[in-house]
T-cell receptor
Framework: AQSVTQLDSQVPVFEEAPVELRCNYS??????LFWYVQYPNQGLQLLLK??????LVKGINGFEAEFNKSQTSFHLRKPSVHISDTAEYFC????????????FGQGTRLTINP | DAGVTQSPTHLIKTRGQHVTLRCSPI?????VSWYQQVLGQGPQFIFQ???????GRGNFPDRFSARQFPNYSSELNVNALLLGDSALYLC???????????FGQGTRLTVV
């Protein structure tokens, strides 16, 4: 079975500051990795994904993430955040073979203060 | 292009009642998955359907069922509603079962 742990339930940062949202996963088989964002009262939007290749993945809205296989981590970063980045962020994994079952972490609420 | 559409957006039901939630995938997408998101938690996988066949089922009781129609739209049915079924129900579609999933806005179900 797979599991995802998001190490911070809430992260407050000031506008234009850098941010890192941490994600660790556990799986006995190879997985794909994803970060989704959820704005209030909305569904999930894909920020970025790691399928294979370069371990540094760039996504939308200036976000990037680095896959570290030895540490089973997939941390999300942004060098300078904006008020509009205030949202809930979810890390997720899916096994490469089989049903399209995403396993999500508990989420990290990112709050940007002016 | 229309994204994944879900209906209704909100509804309130009484304990013991039955509910049907609907999902229309993006045009051309043949796979639909359902997730339950309880307040303050990440989404939990309920079902995946591909080409009208169930391809995956999460750890949910038999009160939960789903089906996919020839036009690839899908319904999620929940019988004998419990207070704990109150959640945001998300539908996701993809071209095939193994490609990127696109999520709808969700249906907010409140059981009273």
């Amino acid at each position: 079975a797979q599991s995802v742990t998001q190490l911070d339930s809430q992260v407050p940062v000031f506008e234009e500051a850098p941010v890192e949202l941490r994600c660790n996963y556990s799986s006995s088989v190879s997985v794909y990795l994803f970060w989704y964002v959820q704005y209030p009262n909305q569904g999930l939007q894909l920020l970025l994904k790691y399928l294979s290749g370069s371990t540094l993945v760039k996504g939308i809205n200036g976000f990037e993430a680095e896959f570290n296989k030895s540490q089973t981590s997939f941390h999300l970063r942004k060098p300078s955040v904006h008020i509009s980045d205030t949202a809930e962020y979810f890390c997720a994994v899916r096994i490469i073979q089989g049903a399209q079952k995403l396993v999500f972490g508990q989420g990290t609420r990112l709050t940007i203060n002016p | 292009d229309a994204g994944v559409t879900q209906s209704p957006t909100h509804l309130i039901k009484t304990r013991g009642q039955h509910v049907t939630l609907r999902c229309s995938p993006i045009s051309g997408h043949k796979s639909v998955s359902w997730y339950q998101q309880v307040l303050g938690q990440g989404p939990q996988f309920i079902f995946q359907y591909y080409e009208k066949e169930e391809r995956g089922r999460g750890n949910f009781p038999d009160r939960f069922s789903a089906r996919q129609f020839p036009n690839y739209s899908s319904e999620l049915n929940v019988n004998a509603l419990l207070l704990g079924d109150s959640a945001l129900y998300l539908c996701a579609s993809s071209l095939r079962g193994d490609t990127e999933a696109f999520f709808g806005q969700g249906t907010r179900l409140t059981v009273v």
